[in-house]
Structures are given as C-alpha cells and as structure tokens.
C-alpha cells in the first residue's frame, strides 16, 4: 500500500465523518424546531419504529438517542432534575428513563 492511498483513504473517511456529522446536526436541528414548524415530536423506545413516524410525517426520537446525546454533551445531571409543573409528563417519561438509569 503506498502512501498517496492512505492520504486517499483518511481524506476519504474525513469527508464521510463530516457528511455524517451534517447529517446528525440536522436531524437536531429537526427535533428541536419541531414545534416552531408546527410538527410533532413522537418520543419512543423500542423496536425502531422511525419508517412509519417519517411516513406519517411526524418527527420522531427514540428516547436513548436522546440519552447518549445528553451524555456526550455532560447535561444528563440537569435533565434528571424535576420537570416543571407546567411540562408535559407524558412527554419527559420515554427520555427520563435512559437518563435516570444513565451514570452521572
């Protein structure tokens, strides 16, 4: 293997981690301006049941993706807090369990 297709490979896998970077900051973007474009959220856990959410045109979250993301970004100590009395508990029970169970 000669040098010049190693650099081809790490520029290959450098443009695939930042189209897949892309991909997941938009997916984000899409759940949190949800209700700003007058859509709903599904939060779910479980068998992936995301084909029919998007078929349906909703958008969807599974509760341990939120999870990890929390993790990754240090804020599953704030999320464990109580939710406000004006929230919506149904809403916060999918993504709570993860967090709960998660270290901190």
Not at 24 to 40: Q, S
Not at 54 to 68: D, K, P, S
């Amino acid at each position: 293997m000669s040098i010049e297709q190693t650099s081809k490979e790490k520029a290959r896998r450098l443009s695939s981690t930042r189209v897949g970077g892309k991909m997941v900051a938009d997916y984000w973007e899409n759940i949190f301006t949800a209700r700003e474009r007058g859509k709903h959220v599904v939060w779910y856990n479980g068998a992936a049941l995301n084909p029919l959410f998007q078929a349906a045109g909703l958008e969807w979250c599974h509760g341990e993706a939120f999870a990890a993301r929390l993790a990754a970004q240090h804020l599953e100590g704030p999320a464990r807090r109580p939710a406000p009395s004006t929230a919506t508990s149904v809403s916060c029970v999918p993504m709570r369990e993860h967090i709960w169970a998660a270290p901190c």
